[in-house]
């Protein structure tokens, strides 16, 4: 009975995370961020719908390599007025920059809501499907997070990845990424019950969902690169099992991955061949400042920065996991997503755009809860952990009212935070355990992070967008 | 094979430059009309050089819209095409363009409904006001 109690609780509260996940993320949804920062938004919606429509997509694309392309003014949620450099858009035919799911997903919602030409994409239209992937995307790291780390660590990081402005507002952008990251997670988790139960199946759905991720962008190609890392790394010297295991992943992930080139085949295999190629002319960012810039500013869009204090402790928690020996394998498999995709992400020299990065967030933030829960638990990094919590928290309050509005309350905050810290410390000396006090301590500061978080999503509008987002 | 077939089929059933056309340019079902010529404008300055043509309105309110559109993304080039094409980008009744109280001027001479076949030169400009404020 007390069971039963204790599961209908968590239950309800992992239900009221989702829905606090969901309600944020559509909170003003289709003004912020300001429709047409990125038209990549509206050509992924334009490709779903025209190859609905017409049998062949079209879109928007920077590259060479295209045979059909005219420019045009499409003046979608007006935003020639609003964000516009002057230029009219370059459309071009058989769109074939990235796999074409996405489009069809969003594209495909809009044509069912009774979209039939390119202006009907409003962005409140085309965004509600990927608030409900990204939604997905909560429910699946706190899945993730409670299948390996317990029930803690799945609430921090649920909380955490449900309100953090920078992922939410993230969250609403129709880019692939925020289709790749629930397929991750998915392949997380997969592998992860793999490993755990020994079945097949759950090999099965971990190659299922890596070749679906192939067919939101070629940079989907994370999970079968992740998958392999954490083969190897549970095979070791095994190499005749990793090869069974990870040829039958590649049988079935392979021929989905392949839906791509055969519907590059459709339109003309040269002129596929073409773009495809054309792609390894785009933009590259090498240098130190790529992994610098990744690590200390975090993008929403090229032009749109929105750092956030939770990401960047997530990336000294990722180097301090990285440089220690592992016996944990559900440690070690956050690792190895995590350096799957910057893999990944130097490979494709991503730098100049914000949602290249968006898929390290979910990743740095089940490292962070993990960090966070063992320090709730009553694990060694206690104080770290209430160290983080506490730099995150204040990051938070200042950008709510402000360094100097803070000023009258700066006494307040150092007595109360060095005298907690002097408790602390105290009670790591002398190895007292009062697991209950610092459980209370530690989920009151997690609390209040949500809480500011939350405060902060609300008074983002059009106006504070412009003046305070930069 | 079945997808290769299938989505070729479809596509040469579906497709057409007038379907392309009619995706591209259609005027959305959820967007506004407006008959106010100030409220609207387009932001910024076309890249290519020297291949734009510029619209600056003047209302009686004292309200200004100032668009320059560039020659590029304009299919018909007449007079009267760039015109209906302004119209459709902002979203009013390009008829609106000849009422009574508004005069259009085209490089400086008065716009008038012969003008409208003749072809629309780069670097144009095209003056309105609401009662011949310019």
């Known amino acids: 009975m007390k069971n039963k109690v204790i599961n209908c609780t968590k239950l309800l509260l992992f239900i009221f995370i989702l829905v606090l996940a969901l309600f944020v993320r559509k909170r003003n949804y289709a003004e912020i961020p300001i429709p047409g920062q990125s038209v990549d938004e509206y050509s992924y919606s334009w490709v779903g719908l025209s190859l609905i429509e017409s049998g062949v997509p079209v879109g928007i694309s920077g590259i060479d390599g295209y045979k059909n392309s005219f420019s045009r003014y499409i003046n979608v949620d007006r935003f020639f007025q609003t964000v516009s450099t002057g230029d009219p858009l370059t459309i071009n035919y058989p769109w074939m920059d990235h796999p074409p799911l996405l489009g069809l997903i969003t594209g495909g919602y809009a044509y069912l809501a009774g979209a039939r030409v390119f202006e009907d994409t409003t962005s409140y239209l085309i965004r509600k499907p990927i608030i409900v992937i990204s939604t997905i995307s909560v429910g699946l790291l706190m899945v993730y997070c409670w299948v390996n780390f317990g029930f803690i660590t799945a609430v921090i990081g649920g909380i955490t990845y449900a309100t953090t402005p920078l992922v939410v507002l993230s969250g609403r952008m129709i880019q692939a990424e925020n289709a790749i990251i629930p397929c991750l997670l998915a392949c997380m988790i997969?592998?992860?019950?793999?490993?755990?139960?020994?079945?097949?199946?759950?090999?099965?759905?971990?190659?299922?969902?890596?070749?679906?991720?192939?067919?939101?962008?070629?940079?989907?190609?994370?999970?079968?690169?992740?998958?392999?890392?954490?083969?190897?790394?549970?095979?070791?010297?095994?190499?005749?099992?990793?090869?069974?295991?990870?040829?039958?992943?590649?049988?079935?992930?392979?021929?989905?991955?392949?839906?791509?080139?055969?519907?590059?085949?459709?339109?003309?295999?040269?002129?596929?061949?073409?773009?495809?190629?054309?792609?390894?002319?785009?933009?590259?960012?090498?240098?130190?400042?790529?992994?610098?810039?990744?690590?200390?500013?975090?993008?929403?869009?090229?032009?749109?920065?929105?750092?956030?204090?939770?990401?960047?402790?997530?990336?000294?928690?990722?180097?301090?996991?990285?440089?220690?020996?592992?016996?944990?394998?559900?440690?070690?498999?956050?690792?190895?997503?995590?350096?799957?995709?910057?893999?990944?992400?130097?490979?494709?020299?991503?730098?100049?755009?914000?949602?290249?990065?968006?898929?390290?967030?979910?990743?740095?933030?089940?490292?962070?809860?993990?960090?966070?829960?063992?320090?709730?638990?009553?694990?060694?990094?206690?104080?770290?952990?209430?160290?983080?919590?506490?730099?995150?928290?204040?990051?938070?309050?200042s950008r709510l009212i402000g360094i100097f509005e803070f000023q009258p309350y700066a006494n307040l905050w150092r007595i109360g935070v060095s005298v907690m810290f002097f408790v602390l410390t105290l009670m790591s000396v002398i190895r007292l355990r009062y697991k209950l006090l610092v459980r209370i301590l530690l989920l009151g500061i997690v609390v209040a992070i949500m809480f500011t978080n939350i405060m902060y999503l609300n008074g983002i509008n059009i106006d504070f967008w412009w003046k305070n987002i930069s | 094979m079945v997808v290769f077939f299938g989505l070729k089929i479809y596509s040469q059933k579906k497709f057409s430059t007038a379907k392309l056309h009619k995706m591209v340019s259609g005027k959305s079902m959820f967007r506004d009309m407006t008959t106010d010529l100030c409220k609207y404008q387009i932001l910024g300055d076309p890249k290519e050089i020297g291949n734009y043509v510029k619209v600056n309105i003047l209302c009686d309110s004292g309200k200004k819209a100032n668009s320059t559109l560039s020659l590029s993304a304009i299919e018909d080039k007449t007079v009267g095409g760039f015109i209906k094409e302004y119209a459709r980008i902002i979203g009013f009744d390009e008829k609106l363009f000849f009422k009574n109280n508004i005069m259009c001027y085209l490089d400086g001479k008065v716009l008038t409904s012969e003008m409208l076949t003749g072809p629309i030169l780069p670097k144009s400009d095209i003056d309105c006001s609401e009662n011949d404020k310019i």
């Open chain 1, 190 to 397: 997969f592998i992860s019950l793999y490993f755990k139960y020994k079945k097949d199946y759950w090999l099965l759905l971990a190659a299922v969902i890596a070749g679906i991720a192939t067919l939101f962008k070629l940079t989907g190609v994370v999970c079968h690169l992740f998958i392999f890392f954490a083969l190897l790394n549970n095979y070791k010297n095994n190499f005749i099992d990793l090869w069974k295991d990870f040829k039958f992943f590649l049988l079935v992930s392979l021929p989905i991955s392949f839906l791509f080139v055969v519907f590059g085949s459709v339109y003309g295999l040269d002129n596929f061949k073409n773009i495809l190629f054309s792609n390894y002319n785009r933009f590259y960012g090498i240098g130190p400042n790529s992994l610098i810039e990744l690590i200390r500013n975090q993008r929403l869009t090229q032009h749109k920065f929105l750092p956030e204090f939770s990401v960047i402790s997530g990336w000294f928690i990722f180097f301090g996991y990285f440089f220690k020996q592992h016996k944990n394998m559900t440690e070690k498999l956050v690792v190895l997503s995590l350096l799957s995709y910057l893999i990944i992400y130097i490979f494709f020299g991503s730098q100049p755009y914000g949602w290249y990065s968006f898929p390290f967030w979910p990743l740095l933030i089940i490292v962070l809860s993990k960090f966070l829960a063992d320090g709730i638990q009553g694990g060694s990094n206690l104080l770290a952990g209430f160290f983080i919590s506490i730099l995150i928290l204040g990051a938070n309050i």
